[in-house]
């Protein structure tokens, strides 16, 4: 038996928190961070709300598998893209205005 | 409260705290740290809630390659050492983020508490089960992923030789007249 609010709760708080991380960064690297926390809390969502009731098809558990995927995919990408911004420019400061 | 409300209590604490210094530290190095400990909590968390499938993979994913590729960046971005203030915006800057961060964590909370309602049973998941699903539901949007690492893979190769073409292009250029500027 468990109580779902704990989970719902925690995927909240890191949903927050990752929106505070991607507005409050500047270093281009730490902004990720922050979506990989806002990522992790619609996994936690989908893992939770699976793991109770019912799952024909276990959408929660299979989703979450590939929110996974699709975020190393996503990382590796941007990545890509701040380390050619930091080969352009040579730094990854995301306040700073480009010339 | 059960005993998997006070286990899942546990391993979310330590979620949100090491959440909070991810996105709040002045080392950067540490702020990359932080976040495996985040995320390893929260495979913790999809143990106690019955998904062992997705929490190893969580680990193997998240905590063994996303955090690895992390601090590669970091690396090759020459990330001082230290404490380093300027990773973070402006003080205003930051308490607006603050407010729009507390803002969505008050949003999600009232629209999902009141939907959570009381205890349940946690069934656990198979693994055969989600087995037998993503080769038989989902196949194809597990096949669509397939193709879609591959784009990405590709596209970071491009993307990264595209700027080092910019770079040829852009040291050879004080050397060249007006017009072989043009004709390129």
């Excluded at chain 2, 409300?5 to 702020?31: C, E, K, N, P, Q």
């Excluded at chain 2, 990773?87 to 909370?109: C, K, P, Q, Y």
């Excluded at chain 2, 970071?156 to 040829?168: K, L, Q």
Aim: charged share 10%; with cysteine; glycine share 8%.
């Amino acid at each position: 038996m468990i109580h779902l609010a704990g989970p719902y709760a925690l995927a909240a708080v890191l949903a927050g928190l990752g929106a505070y991380g991607v507005l409050a960064r500047r270093n281009a690297v730490l902004m990720l961070i922050g979506v990989e926390l806002i990522l992790n809390a619609a996994n936690l969502l989908l893992v939770s709300v699976g793991s109770v009731g019912a799952d024909t098809w276990q959408a929660g558990n299979v989703l979450t598998l590939f929110v996974i995927t699709i975020a190393a995919a996503e990382v590796c990408v941007a990545l890509a893209v701040v380390l050619a911004l930091f080969r352009l420019r040579g730094d990854v400061d995301l306040t700073r205005r480009a010339e | 409260m059960t005993t998997l409300d006070i286990a899942f209590a546990g391993v979310g604490l330590v979620a949100a705290a090491s959440g909070l210094l991810a996105v709040t530290t002045r080392h950067v190095v540490h702020a990359a740290l932080w976040l495996v400990v985040c995320l390893g909590s929260v495979a913790g968390c999809y143990l106690v809630l019955g998904a062992e499938l997705v929490a190893l993979v969580q680990l193997l994913v998240y905590v063994g390659a996303v955090v690895v590729l992390v601090l590669f960046a970091l690396m090759l971005t020459r990330a001082p050492i230290g404490p380093n203030p300027e990773v973070t915006t402006s003080r205003a800057h930051r308490a607006l983020a603050a407010v729009l961060g507390a803002g969505v964590t008050a949003l999600l909370l009232s629209v999902l508490l009141p939907v959570a309602g009381p205890a349940r049973k946690r069934p656990g998941t198979s693994n055969t089960a989600v087995a037998e699903q993503v080769f038989g539901t989902w196949v194809w949007p597990f096949e669509a992923l397939s193709l879609l690492l591959l784009v990405a893979l590709v596209a970071a190769f491009a993307i990264s030789r595209m700027t080092r073409a910019a770079e040829v292009a852009q040291s050879a250029l004080p050397e060249m007249t007006a017009p072989e500027r043009i004709s390129q």
